[in-house]
């Protein structure tokens, strides 16, 4: 026994001199490093010619501080524990200080708001206190996280033109990949920055904890454990962000970011950041319900009376026809809301349109905004059901590829192209596009000195000739899937009128004017012209083409234009009230022969699958899946859903209540989220 405990000790005094060592080449190391750093950068002393002595001494002074702060031993016992609890204070505030200051977004931060971010920070640090249990693992790890949280926002807004986004995590792999092509260079705050926190960090390393017992330190564990769960239930409780003043800007995550700090923004967004598996999910399940629904298929078709048989030169005359796709922003008849007063009429071309035309009431699953999660829901098929308030697929999820209308069409023979008169950026369609199986993405840069509406938005008009453009552009036999988003009626609707050929007199039904529902009608009005002029052209082309036409969601015109319109207030509202606001109108209309149809209710999800079927080409199985479904369940979005006896039915988070609900979430969750059990004869 004695030997062993001599062996024990032995090894220890090993290990402690392996870690001096280690430390002392660290110390080392640093002091040579973090000079050598200041003395090769010279660029960062110069403005103008004239040399910045106070800012060299500064950085001089922290490059030879930082390294000798680590020589001196930590100071242990009662005393040092109040400098460590200072340092659990100053060290956070610094590192939001330089987290805030590499994003420039400072002075948009209430006194209130940056405290928060303070805090945050706390939060980050006692976790890893509670995961090591160890003071000093906690300053360095903590202050590392911080501090590279905020360079990789300052790159990551460099590049993309929007912050670092906890989804971002999933796209570090392609960030490595290109990670060349990108100019990623050490910078003058970034040096501060890196300076101040490692001298931050050396001293308050400096205080030392005593030896603790065993009992106590679980004890440090319970209480950890427990604050944080405190902390963060907080954080993420009703109400919590609003005591702030402080909203998510889904749409601009660079207004979210300036009045909420960089911590404030991600933590607010990671909320979102995870969907949970189904309970019972599983492939095999999934399977299971895509059989079910194959053998209702085939159940209904063998029920049917068989069609004649087609000739051979009827079906050498099969339609082949071009396919277009336009998601017009914000387009939208507020009329389903209530009675308005209008001195000219809005929508006459629209509804004008009866041959070969199918039409009929659409659901979106949002209202005033993000739009992307409208596209998503048409060029994929899922639905926003499954998903909680603010999730926003295109930059959480997507990451890698995705079955839907692009690809289908692409596997017919189709070139695939998306147009959209914005920067690329924007909802990070740049990267979700390609995923989605588009060969083109024609952003803002395709529009060459574009016809602006209100000075911000390039106009409709404008956007359908290069449609037009690209659409004349194709070659001989090539067929065209081209998925078109305007954006002349985006919101707000108090913008200067610029591009405004006529202006619509809105007054409400107690005949008081309404200047943003004005700006707005106004707008629709000349949509709706635009929209006349498009249908004209292709009316002339000498190519079968079908055109999907629909609005994403409606405008946000104010509260109390709406309550008037409706006649109560929104307290007031039932379900069937707040489903008003999520209706626009749809068209798909043909310059062929085409079986007239009105659609009494259809949500986006399923609109992809039915332009499908009336463009001839059947799609793939999870189409088809949804087809089925569609005659069970024809409206379903983020608030709820309606069967087919026209009952609505509010969301109940619970979705294994109704099986067709749950069905679809299980089919959803395998094509969406299981990028390895996928089945194939959904994807194809």
């Not at 922003?329 to 001195?343: N, R």
């Amino acid at each position: 026994m004695a030997e062993i405990i001599k062996h024990y000790q032995r090894l220890k005094e090993s290990l402690g001199r392996k870690k001096e060592k280690i430390k002392l080449g660290l110390i080392v190391a640093l002091a040579v490093i973090l000079p050598a750093v200041v003395l090769t950068h010279p660029e960062f002393y110069y403005e103008e010619d004239s040399f910045l002595r106070g800012l060299f001494g500064f950085h001089m002074l922290l490059a030879i501080a930082a390294p000798a702060m680590l020589i001196i031993s930590p100071w242990r016992g009662y005393g040092a524990r109040i400098f460590q609890l200072a340092s659990f204070f100053i060290v956070p505030f610094l590192a939001v200080w330089g987290v805030q200051m590499l994003a420039g977004y400072e002075s948009g931060l209430t006194e209130e708001v940056f405290w928060l971010n303070v805090f945050l920070a706390q939060i980050v640090y006692v976790l890893f206190l509670l995961l090591t249990q160890n003071y000093r693992a906690m300053m360095v790890l903590g202050s590392l996280t911080v501090t590279v949280i905020g360079i990789g926002n300052y790159f990551v807004h460099l590049f993309r033109g929007t912050p670092l986004l906890p989804w971002d995590i999933y796209a570090v792999g392609t960030a490595m990949e290109v990670g060349g092509a990108y100019d990623i260079a050490l910078t003058r705050d970034i040096l501060t920055v890196v300076l101040v926190m490692l001298l931050a960090v050396a001293v308050a390393t400096r205080f030392a904890r005593g030896k603790v017992r065993w009992y106590k330190r679980a004890a440090d564990v319970v209480v950890l454990f427990l604050a944080l769960s405190v902390c963060i239930s907080g954080i993420y409780s009703e109400g919590f962000w609003y005591k702030f003043g402080l909203t998510l800007n889904a749409w601009d995550q660079n207004l979210t970011y300036t009045d909420t700090g960089i911590l404030g923004g991600l933590f607010m967004n990671g909320k979102y950041l995870y969907t949970e598996e189904p309970e019972d999910y599983s492939v095999k399940k999934t399977e299971e319900i895509v059989e079910k629904y194959q053998a209702k298929a085939q159940l209904k078709q063998s029920e049917q009376e068989p069609d004649e048989l087609l000739t051979t030169e009827e079906t050498d005359a099969k339609v082949e026809p071009h396919i277009i796709a336009i998601m017009n922003e914000s387009f939208a008849d507020l009329s389903v809301l209530g009675d308005f007063y209008t001195d000219k009429s809005y929508l006459s071309n629209f509804y004008s349109y009866t041959d070969n035309t199918v039409r009929g009431t659409l659901y979106s699953s949002v209202l005033g905004g993000t739009t992307c999660n409208s596209e998503f829901e048409f060029l994929t098929g899922n639905s926003m059901y499954f998903f909680g308030a603010g999730y926003l697929p295109y930059q959480q999820a997507i990451n890698f590829e995705q079955p839907s209308l692009a690809t289908i069409l692409k596997d017919e023979g189709y070139t695939t192209v998306a147009m959209h008169p914005a920067p690329a950026k924007n909802w990070q369609r740049n990267h979700v596009y390609p995923l989605l199986g588009f060969d083109e993405f024609l952003d803002i840069d395709y529009f060459e000195n574009p016809q602006m509406m209100r000075w911000y938005y390039v106009s409709d008009a404008c956007d359908y000739n290069y449609l037009i453009k690209r659409f004349e552009e194709r070659e001989e036999g090539e067929k065209m899937f081209i998925f078109n988003i305007t954006i002349q009626n985006h919101g707000g609707y108090e913008l200067i009128t610029s591009g405004m050929r006529e202006f619509v007199a809105v007054r409400d039904s107690l005949g008081r004017s309404n200047g943003p529902a004005s700006q707005y009608i106004s707008l629709i009005r000349q949509s709706d012209k635009d929209l006349k002029n498009l249908l004209d052209y292709f009316e002339t082309v000498d190519e079968p083409v079908i055109i999907c036409f629909f609005g994403d969601h409606q405008p946000s015109v104010g509260d109390e234009f709406v309550e008037t319109t409706m006649g109560k207030t929104m307290e007031e509202f039932t379900f069937e009230d707040k489903l008003k606001q999520y209706q626009v109108p749809f068209m798909i209309w043909a310059n062929y022969d085409l079986e007239e149809e009105y659609v009494d209710a259809i949500s986006i999800n399923y609109l992809g699958g039915l332009l499908l079927e009336k463009a001839g080409i059947e799609g793939n199985g999870y189409m088809q899946f949804l087809n089925e479904l569609r005659e069970e369940i024809p409206m379903i979005n983020a608030l709820g859903y309606m069967t087919n006896d026209g009952t609505i039915h509010e969301k109940d988070e619970d979705f294994s209540q109704n099986e067709l609900i749950h069905d679809y979430q299980i089919v959803q969750y395998n094509v969406f989220h299981d990028k390895k059990g996928r089945l194939e004869e959904l994807e194809k």
